[in-house]
């Protein structure tokens, strides 16, 4: 849903000032019938998985993961039905020239935008409403399997707390910075012509809003933290083993957070750049049906995206994918200004090539973002895993860290490289619980993750083999050298091409 809800902020920043450049629908009967349908067909969508997995689960609770397969599935299309519908709304129709033009909300920085956008998110309330019975009838019989086995759990959220956890998650994780940004931006639209005389560079008001995008970047830990209901974890026993595993790693952190779901999520995260600004987040699930051990895990995963600093490197491909973008947009424009006695509307390409760099965005964080953030969750689970390494009479499993390995240590490989085969299975089981207890299929993939059970198979065949570990990460240290230096060479093509001379 993230990447939906980004593409979304995207395409409606995409548009320019006078509307999609091209001819739209704008039949006003046609236009809300487009818009506003988007809510219901969402709903629709989300009501026919539903009650084929209430159906079949009613009959059958022995098929319950079948049904968290169809769930799974199910909101795979929603988030489709969804990405068609705003793309559909805003780049065929003339909603967003309609929006605009509307007489109170003219002055107001930001609003055309956020009220272009409430359709989008009507639909994804009206498909939440919709999944809601199927969700809480999937976990009632996940539930009911655990207190078979006496594990204890609680009761399955109401739909109220379900909506909340759902916006606050999915909307607002990306909503609460990008709507800043989005007010930024008509500021600097709107100051243009002031910005440029201020700074007395033609590029002024880029640079002010790519600084308050960027202060924005920074404080979002902050920010999120409110909005994902977060207290701090209580000193323990675990929080002692858990603070001492970050000392031993040597990094720096604000403060270490449970995040409340009413133990219907399992699960952990780390955000901020910096550490005065940088929290780790347990959830109240994971903390309460775990093992301390499993915890301990699931914890070094996220303490390993800090110390290989997987969160600067996502800033520097935020940074790279722009200037890739701004290079080829800049380049194209270059070329029509060039050609212009063969272009009859320069302003009109102008506004093609406004559209097409967004397009251009889109696609290089959905392939390509993809692809590295996969990789640095592999990094991290390699991370997780050394980080319960046991000693040498806890590992029972053949094993290149403690010398029992069946097969000869490979000459070249560091010591330090390696992972031993119990940790990884270790950290295995942690990652196969969670997906249990989350009630994902071990099979199901995402936009930054691969499958846990593709991410299982990885860390057993780091264990095993200690030359495929060690040309995993170096994979990914060439990945972080081509995000360094292409972001080092970007920059200084940009500022080449636009140093004010004069
Ligand atoms: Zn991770
Ligand atoms: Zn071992």
Known sequence: MYFVVFAAFVIILSVPEAGPPWSTINS????????????????????LFTRSVIKKLELEPAWLQNAQKKLNRGNLVIRLTLTAGIII??????????????????????????????PFFAAIFAGWLCVYPADRAVRQVAIELQLWLSIPARPVWRLRRFLSF??????????????????????????????????????????????????IFLFAPVMLRYI???????????????????????????????????????????????????????SDGLLEMMEDKKIEAVFGHEIGHIKYRHIQFYLLFAILSMLIVGGITELMMRTIYYWSEYFEHISQAQDYLHVLAMVLIVMVWGLGFGGVSRRFEWQSDLFGARSVTPSANECNRPCFVHDTALTPKPADQKQSAMICATGAATFADSLHRIAILNGIPIEARSWRHSSISHRMQLLKKCAQDPTFAARLERSILIIKITLLIG???????????YWPTN
């Open 166 to 215: 759902m916006f606050r998650h999915q909307v607002m994780i990306i909503a609460a910075p990008m709507i800043p940004i989005v007010i930024a931006n008509d500021f600097a639209h709107h100051y243009g012509p002031q910005l440029r005389r201020l700074t007395g560079l033609a590029w002024g008001h880029e640079a002010v809003l790519v600084i308050i995008a960027g202060g």
């Open 28 to 47: 006003p009967v046609w236009r809300w019938i487009i818009v506003l349908g988007q809510i219901p067909l969402t709903a629709i969508v989300g009501y």
């Open 487 to 497: 972001t080092l060479i970007g920059l200084a093509i940009a500022v080449w091409l």
């Open 228 to 282: 994902w209901h977060t207290r701090a974890l209580p000193s323990g026993e675990l929080r002692q083993r858990l603070e001492n595993l970050c000392r031993r790693a040597r990094l720096t952190y604000r403060q270490i957070l449970i995040w409340e779901s009413d133990g219907m999520v399992v699960n952990a995260a780390v955000m901020g750049l910096f550490g005065p600004l940088r929290y780790i987040l347990l």
């Open 89 to 118: 709304s805003i780049y065929l129709t003339d909603w967003v020239v309609y929006v605009r033009a509307l007489k109170p909300i003219k002055g107001i920085w930001g609003m055309d935008e956020i009220i272009a956008l409430l």
